[in-house]
């Protein structure tokens, strides 16, 4: 290999572990802004109630579904849902967050699949049906865990 080749090979590396670096710094950051300032859910008992929430059975085993909101604006729209998917002994095994307009006929309800449970966003974010898989994988698992990927 020429001296050029060589010099370029390492200044890519640098630039490779650095960026790694960055990003892992900002990732830290942002987990941190995230711990301290946490969203405010509440309503719990009535949001699980309303979507249809609660103990459910997949495959032998219960499941219990807990859905809070962040109360939306004055017109009951925009409310924002955290769903949690939590094993009998209370081991949280998956989360996700989606927006529920309470005044409009959007559906909002859970739907409960063989092995699925199917929740409606009615944010512009994304698309409009999603499903968590029952039992939830490892990687819900790990999602429900770390800030930015569980919504």
Known sequence: MQAWQVKWIAMIKKIVRWSVVAVLIIYGMIFAIDKIFPDKFYNCKRDTSYLRGGIKIYGGQKYNIVLCGT??????TGDEIRLQVFSEKGELLAQRGFVVNWITNFPRELEY????????????????????????????????????FDY
């Open 113 to 148: 699949g063989p092995d699925y449970v199917t929740y409606y966003d009615a944010s512009q974010q994304s698309g409009f049906e999603h499903r968590i898989s029952m039992p939830p994988t490892w990687w819900d698992w790990i999602k429900a865990r770390l800030p930015l």
């Open 71 to 76: 109360g939306g604006d004055e017109n009951f």
